[in-house]
Nanobody, 120 residues
Framework: QVQLAESGGGLVQTGGSLRLTCEFAGTGRSFSMYAMAWFRQAPVKEREFVAFINWSGDSTNYKDSVKGRFTISRDNTKNTVYLQMNNLEPEDTAVYYC???????????WGKGTQVIVSP
């Protein structure tokens, strides 16, 4: 069983920054064996992929619109994955979810999400 808990969301002005944190708790396999990802869902839109990081942290992938602004990272000693978001835009407003047990754009485990609001 895996539990994910996101934090770090909030209200920020255009051009501002936030760092999201996802804490992993689980039994069985250790955190370092899981690839992790961030997704987001804006109002009246479908959930979309944002960023991916492999188990060791040496391979990442991003949605095109966040490349160069967002950085995903992980600390396997703390069972934590991060999403550093810089130069935020109103279009980044969404609930951000941490996920693992990944299959394409789906996942076996999801956190409850953290709200990010970027004001114009």
């Amino acid at each position: 069983q895996v539990q994910l808990a996101e934090s770090g969301g909030g209200l920020v002005q255009t051009g501002g920054s936030l760092r999201l944190t996802c804490e992993f708790a689980g039994t069985g396999r250790s955190f370092s064996m899981y690839a992790m990802a961030w997704f987001r869902q804006a109002p009246v839109k479908e959930r979309e992929f944002v960023a991916f990081i492999n188990w060791s942290g040496d391979s990442t992938n991003y949605k095109d619109s966040v490349k160069g602004r967002f950085t995903i990272s992980r600390d396997n000693t703390k069972n934590t994955v991060y999403l550093q978001m810089n130069n935020l835009e109103p279009e980044d407003t969404a609930v951000y979810y941490c996920a693992t047990g990944l299959t394409g754009n789906s996942a076996d485990y999801w956190g409850k999400g953290t709200q990010v609001i970027v004001s114009p």
